[in-house]
């Protein structure tokens, strides 16, 4: 049995399109009724373990708390949605991928790495998206603008940080992590972005050095 204040945390969480944090969901009690921080995340807590064996969770990600769909829904709920997931090239994967693992960089420390030279269109993706954004300029000739991951990403992966981001070789199986895109934050509600389901065309990509093949990215690659 869940109490009143839980009662009034759960409605504004499946009611809000936006993950709250504590401080927002603190606005949602009077001055003189309002509970602590700690209190606020105690009853978070208790509604987490209310729904553990429900189809929806109450997860924790950068921007503050919400209710999504369980991962293992994800093809259930899928079958509701008449478009198609979105595809991603290889090129667009181990991008973001590099991006998040050796934030900031520039581009062109990206395609010293990949041996190809970056489709302007994946920055652009990545950026109409909020997954990047400049974070800065590196201090040489040009100043070459920094790239960094957003709290759009981390709420994305449902991370809460880039600490939290699973270890590098999980993602270097490209097609897994084309799944874990497709599949995306599946939110109980209508808040999916529908951006995120338009198809992205598989990009052709300049070569930098070698026959114009992809160079494989492997940990060594990403730990610089």
């Given at each position: 049995?869940?109490?009143?204040?839980?009662?009034?945390?759960?409605?504004?969480?499946?009611?809000?399109?936006?993950?709250?944090?504590?401080?927002?969901?603190?606005?949602?009690?009077?001055?003189?009724n309002r509970?602590?921080?700690?209190?606020?995340?105690?009853?978070?807590?208790?509604?987490?373990?209310?729904?553990?064996?429900?189809?929806v969770e109450?997860?924790?990600?950068?921007?503050?708390?919400?209710?999504?769909?369980?991962?293992?829904?994800?093809?259930?709920?899928?079958?509701?949605?008449?478009?198609?997931?979105?595809?991603?090239?290889?090129?667009?994967?181990?991008?973001?991928?590099?991006?998040?693992?050796?934030?900031?960089?520039?581009?062109?420390?990206?395609?010293?790495?990949?041996?190809?030279?970056?489709?302007?269109?994946?920055?652009?993706?990545?950026?109409?998206?909020?997954?990047?954004?400049?974070?800065?300029?590196?201090?040489?000739?040009?100043?070459?603008?920094?790239?960094?991951?957003?709290?759009?990403?981390?709420?994305?992966?449902?991370?809460?940080?880039?600490?939290?981001?699973?270890?590098?070789?999980?993602?270097?199986?490209?097609?897994?992590?084309?799944?874990?895109?497709?599949?995306?934050?599946?939110?109980?509600?209508?808040?999916?972005?529908?951006?995120?389901?338009?198809?992205?065309?598989?990009?052709?990509?300049?070569?930098?050095?070698?026959?114009?093949?992809?160079?494989?990215?492997?940990?060594?690659?990403?730990?610089?």
């Amino acid at each position: 049995m869940i109490d009143n204040i839980e009662c009034i945390l759960e409605a504004a969480l499946f009611s809000s399109a936006e993950p709250l944090p504590v401080d927002k969901l603190a606005q949602l009690f009077s001055e003189e009724n309002r509970p602590s921080n700690a209190e606020i995340r105690a009853h978070l807590a208790a509604l987490k373990t209310f729904y553990e064996n429900r189809g929806v969770e109450l997860m924790e990600v950068a921007s503050g708390y919400r209710f999504q769909a369980r991962a293992n829904t994800a093809s259930f709920i899928q079958r509701l949605e008449e478009r198609k997931p979105p595809r991603y090239s290889r090129a667009f994967l181990e991008t973001l991928v590099l991006i998040a693992y050796r934030q900031p960089i520039t581009r062109g420390e990206i395609e010293d790495v990949r041996g190809v030279a970056v489709n302007p269109n994946i920055i652009r993706t990545l950026m109409e998206r909020d997954w990047i954004k400049i974070a800065g300029y590196r201090d040489v000739p040009g100043k070459p603008a920094l790239l960094a991951t957003t709290k759009t990403f981390l709420d994305y992966f449902n991370l809460k940080s880039i600490s939290d981001l699973p270890a590098l070789s999980e993602l270097i199986d490209f097609e897994a992590l084309e799944k874990k895109l497709g599949m995306g934050a599946l939110l109980p509600t209508d808040a999916q972005p529908t951006e995120i389901q338009t198809e992205l065309p598989l990009e052709e990509e300049v070569a930098v050095v070698g026959d114009g093949d992809n160079t494989d990215i492997t940990e060594a690659h990403l730990a610089g």
